[in-house]
């Protein structure tokens, strides 16, 4: 898990937060919109869709791209937990939420390393 998590408000344009996720080198930003649904997710494919489809990316605000039926992990799951929901969901980053606070990101990229590592030190 990344407990270095890119945060982003509604209010930012998909530029604004493409050049965000570009600059730490993630593929996701938390959203969390206190007057609206709480906490959600913007990934990089949410603004592959908006240009795709056309989309001014320096119009668009992020709250109106974000997933907000997310599925939220506990900082208790193992890995296997973990990619177990992302399976079942399809979906490549998930929100570690302790109690209501944001503790992390969980990506596919995070389970990737973990395994592989553990089958360096198994093997």
């Given at each position: 898990m990344s407990n270095q998590v890119l945060m982003v408000g509604p209010e930012h344009?998909?530029?604004?937060a493409a050049q965000?996720?570009?600059?730490?080198?993630v593929g996701s930003a938390v959203v969390i919109d206190?007057?609206?649904e709480g906490v959600g997710i913007m990934?990089?494919?949410d603004v592959l869709n908006?240009?795709?489809a056309g989309l001014d990316c320096d119009v668009e605000r992020t709250r109106a791209h974000v997933?907000?039926?997310v599925v939220y992990a506990g900082p208790d799951w193992t890995v296997e937990e973990a990619a177990?929901?992302?399976a079942r969901g399809g979906f490549r980053h998930l929100v570690v939420l302790d109690g209501r606070?944001?503790?992390?990101?969980?990506?596919?990229?995070?389970?990737?390393?973990?395994w592989s590592q553990q089958r360096l030190t198994v093997g």
């Open positions: 344009t998909l530029r604004q965000m996720m570009s600059a730490r080198r206190p007057e609206s990934t990089e494919r908006a240009i795709g997933s907000w039926d177990a929901a992302m606070e944001v503790a992390g990101v969980i990506s596919v990229r995070d389970l990737m390393r973990v």
